[in-house]
């Protein structure tokens, strides 16, 4: 029982891994498209509450193209350091053409890993954070254990992800959207059925805000504490190590 467990894990962890590298070359533009640009806004606001400084060092996990990880060496700084991991190369392929164009490739990093197996020391890190790509991981505890891991005691683990709409009217507009339009939209540009059908399936199925607040406590985090973005479209849950 527990090899068949672990080989449907590795089968969706091999599943996922194709998407991203099929979505790899549309996946900033559709970012853009799908949010109205409000992605932009939510990663510059999560990078400004990781309660870092300039000179420090940050892991931001799963960083895909590298959005999040350019705005957290915004915070810290020439002097600091940011080390974006993803286990997919074609993703780290583009955020590493990013970051030489915008001239951050001093205190930008990109490494492929495992999000389950962070290749990092204990306390090596400030702060981790983590955007649109816990709901994607195969053990979601085994990676905010991870994160909490790396970090050093008073440091901080950022979680920033799409979750349930808290607004009434807003909230049956968005689900219509999320569950109908967005699919056909990315279809259309990415001509790929199943990756935007893959995006709200897993986004109805994660943890509410709420929920996912008590599970990082009950992981050990402290002060955890969560802010709705967009009227909850998106939420950015904090805790401390």
Known sequence: MAEEKEAALEER????????????????FLNRLLSFRRDVAWRRYTARQAGLRPGDSVLDVATGTGDLAFELAAVVGPSGRVVGLDFTEEM??????????????GVCRFVQGNALHLPFADGEFDAATIAFGLRNVVDRDRCLLEMR?????????LVLEFSRPVWPVFREVYLIYFRYILPLIGR???????????????VLAFPDQEALAARMHELGLRNVRYHNLTGGICCLHIGEV
Do not use: C, H, N, S
Request: proline share 6%.
């Open 13 to 28: 962890e091999r599943y996922v891994q194709d998407l991203f590298r099929r979505v790899a070359p549309t996946y900033d």
């Open 92 to 105: 780290l392929a583009l955020a590493r053409r990013k970051a030489d164009k915008l001239g951050l490739g």
């Open 149 to 157: 891991r790396v970090v050093r005691p008073g440091g901080r683990v």
């Open 188 to 202: 259309l540009v990415q001509g790929d059925a199943d990756t935007y059908r893959y995006l709200p399936e897993t």
